[in-house]
């Protein structure tokens, strides 16, 4: 006897099963940053920027696909905390350069093991993680993409 399928549980939404885990994925991370002073969105600005540093303001919300409204406040913090500095680009005024304070710089080696101590409470190997990092932006981008399709700027 085959079992019908009813496609509007809860539990049988890819967008829940997304949301839910990016919530425990957030609640697994404050203790594991406590330690460092950081909140995971600015721990995601930190990554960012110690891949590269210097990036103007609307590239870094880009690439942490945050708008501006929730980021600058972030960086505010993330300045009067001494670990990046926000400078006008001498060539365009309208741009704002976010760039890491030695105190930012020094951040990455004490964050080197936050990783590592995810994977193990996600019971997780390390070529699982990729994998699984790596199917999840393959999804990001077809989602983008098709949004692109549908909703033209």
């Given at each position: 006897m085959t079992r019908s399928l009813d496609w509007l549980q809860l539990d049988r939404q890819l967008c829940f099963a997304l949301y839910s885990a990016s919530l425990a994925m957030t609640k697994i991370y404050k203790p594991l940053l406590e330690p460092l002073g950081l909140t995971y969105p600015q721990y995601l600005v930190l990554?960012?920027?110690?891949?590269?540093?210097?990036?103007?303001?609307?590239?870094?919300?880009?690439?942490?696909?945050?708008?501006?409204?929730?980021?600058?406040?972030l960086l505010k913090r993330m300045e009067a905390a001494g670990w990046l500095q926000r400078s006008r680009d001498a060539?365009?005024?309208?741009?704002?350069?976010v760039t890491l304070t030695p105190?930012?710089?020094?951040?990455?080696?004490?964050?080197?093991?936050?990783?590592?101590?995810?994977?193990?409470?996600?019971?997780?190997?390390a070529d699982e993680l990729i994998s699984l990092t790596e199917r999840l932006q393959q999804l990001r981008t077809q989602l983008l993409d098709a949004r692109s399709l549908t909703h033209p700027a």
């Open positions: 990554l960012a920027l110690w891949e590269r540093d210097g990036l103007a303001v609307n590239e870094l919300g880009e690439r942490l696909f945050l708008d501006s409204g929730t980021l600058t406040p060539a365009d005024e309208r741009r704002v350069i105190e930012g710089r020094a951040l990455r080696r004490r964050a080197q093991a936050v990783p590592k101590a995810l994977a193990e409470i996600a019971g997780c190997t």
